[in-house]
Nanobody
Framework: VQLQASGGGSVRAGGSLRLSCKAS????????MGWFRRAPGKEREFVAA???????HLADFVKGRGTVSRDMPDDTGHLQMSSLKPEDTAVYYC?????????????????WGQGTQVTVSS
């Protein structure tokens, strides 16, 4: 059971990135997928989640400049963020959990990807 996050990189402020999270080893149909990030010197924080039904949930700092989705035939989730700011610099992680538990709590998630670095320069 593995989650592989990709799509990170370096971008100028105001730019955009699309992160992907590919599940392998088993299907995650019926599970919710979440995205978290850890900035240097800070705790990991919730960014976004999409339910097994495809319903999105976004942290306040992402609303209006981010979307979260999943492509079930490919068992892949996506997080797209635009108008990126230097404070968005972090390692971004994807994770999956059973439906019904708290989206915002990282302890709700059962499987985690390795993280992908996003660096936003001013």
């Amino acid at each position: 059971v593995q989650l592989q996050a990709s799509g990170g990189g370096s971008v100028r402020a105001g730019g955009s990135l699309r992160l992907s999270c590919k599940a392998s080893g088993r299907t995650f149909d019926g599970y919710d997928m979440g995205w978290f990030r850890r900035a240097p010197g800070k705790e990991r924080e919730f960014v976004a989640a999409v339910t097994w039904r495809g319903i999105p949930h976004l942290a306040d700092f992402v609303k209006g400049r981010g979307t979260v989705s999943r492509d079930m035939p490919d068992d892949t989730g996506h997080l797209q963020m635009s108008s990126l700011k230097p404070e968005d610099t972090a390692v971004y992680y994807c994770a999956v959990k059973n439906p019904g538990s708290d989206f915002f709590d990282e302890n709700s998630y059962d499987y985690w990807g390795q993280g992908t670095q996003v660096t936003v320069s001013s």
